[in-house]
């Protein structure tokens, strides 16, 4: 037996109160694709749930006053087949596309996937890179902090799932000479984890010969989401050209420090960073836009 | 004022759920922890939906539930109530009665070895089918479609070519493509 209570709230001041109510023992439920999996093995247990995927207002993708605002329970199919998104956020749209199987994109929601706290969850990555702000609210009252500031170590989160709920992410609407992508590298295309995973947000120069500003996420290199600070810095004020991408991704190259694990060595990780860097770039700005 | 003890929230766990399982309504006792993959097998006498994995992996859970699949295995039994929910069992009136058009074509193609992953691949491609009957299908977008149904007999090609039988509108026939 998973749990012993199982509520829809009806809405966001619901959901604060069953949690308050239980001290503790009740968890916030929304897609379960990671709950019920976490169950079956033990590796979690819960004595009521707190189902919010009934919650109108938790399930939207809208873009109002200079800033887009996606749901927490908005599932990855949704984002990922949200023309919005696949035109002005190729990160996120591509990057949630590769999520698990048509099951469970079908299912699983951002909320969960950044709740989750593993250093590479796709939709993580995406928010990461599009230096998405989290918003929700405690039972102090209703906060909003970088998205980056939530994750502590893979699987654990800032936020208390038992009290306290995410409402959204927001992010700037999108200007004419933002890019993104999203680059993926794993064993198979439909279920299976990414051995490495990036996602890329850029702001052209004026002239669009060149880049204004960059945001790099890579996962999984480091216990949480790795900003690739010192690739972006460099960006900063670039031109594009063959030669400075292939500078770039040798510096993305010596800034991440990935550990050997079940997904891929070290050092195979760290060749991956350096092709990726550069086919995320190309994919962003198209190949037509790179000068030699 | 509040005292400590008052509940200040309305919604009430439910004690049964109401829904509608392959055209007919069924209202149940809630049996608390239950996964729909269990209420539907052990309870509903449903053996369509398979336990393969039970963590999301195989698709052999799979049912469609308000017009999409999902995995049985990880859907709170809960979450039905007030859903309309189609397990293999609700296409048709099995062997004797007539077959849904994607069994029959799964049977002429010979998609069929040991039958495990049938039905959650059957109704994996419903969904993909009711999805795209305007759209031209190609092979590529069927094994998108069909990527969390997992197959360990058939090596996936027939099953393929029994779903792109039933697209009304067919793409290039050869177009092929990493998926
Ligand atoms: C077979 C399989 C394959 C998968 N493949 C991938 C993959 O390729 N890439 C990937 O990134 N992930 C993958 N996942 C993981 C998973 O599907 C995602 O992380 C999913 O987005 C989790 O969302 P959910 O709504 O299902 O979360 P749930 O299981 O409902 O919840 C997960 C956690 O988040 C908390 N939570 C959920 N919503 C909120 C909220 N709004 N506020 C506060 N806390 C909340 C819950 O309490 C719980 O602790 C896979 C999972 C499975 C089973
Ligand atoms: S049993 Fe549900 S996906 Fe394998
Ligand atoms: S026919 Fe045996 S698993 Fe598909």
Known sequence: MYWEKYYFAQSIEETLELLKHYEGDARIMAGGTDLMVQFKYNYLSAKVMVDIGRIKELNHIRQENGHVSIGATTTHTALATSPYLQKHFQVLASGVRTIGSPQIRNAGTIGGNVANAQPAADGSIALVALGATICGISPDGPFSRPIESTFLNPGECALNSTAELITSFTFPAPGPRDRSAFVRHSRRAALALPIMNMGLWLRLNEEEDGIEDARIAIGPMARVPFRAKKTEAFLRGAKLSEAVLDEAGELTFEEVSPRDSFRGSAAYKKELVRVYLKRAVLEAVGERSVGK | ?179
């Open chain 2, 1 to 179: 004022m509040c005292t400590q003890n008052e509940i200040m929230f309305t919604a009430e766990a439910k004690e049964s759920i109401t829904f509608t399982l392959n055209n007919k309504e069924y209202t149940v006792p809630v049996v608390p922890g239950e996964r729909l993959l269990d209420m539907l097998r052990n309870r509903l006498g449903l053996s369509g939906p398979k336990e393969g994995c039970g963590a999301g992996e195989c698709g052999a859970c799979t049912v469609i539930f308000n017009g999409i699949n999902l995995n049985s295995c990880l859907i709170p039994a809960e979450r039905a109530d007030g859903a309309v929910i189609t397990t293999i069992e609700g296409l048709s009136e099995g062997i004797e009665g007539d077959l849904d058009p994607v069994q029959q074509s799964f049977l002429d193609h010979g998609a069929v070895q040991c039958g495990y992953c049938t039905p959650g691949m059957v109704l994996s491609a419903k969904v993909f089918l009711d999805h795209n009957k305007s759209t031209p299908v190609t092979r590529p977008m069927i094994k998108e479609a069909l990527s969390g149904n997992l197959c360990r007999c058939t090596g996936y090609q027939k099953i393929v070519d029994a779903v792109y039988a039933c697209a009304p509108v067919k793409g290039d026939p050869e177009e092929e493509g990493e998926v």
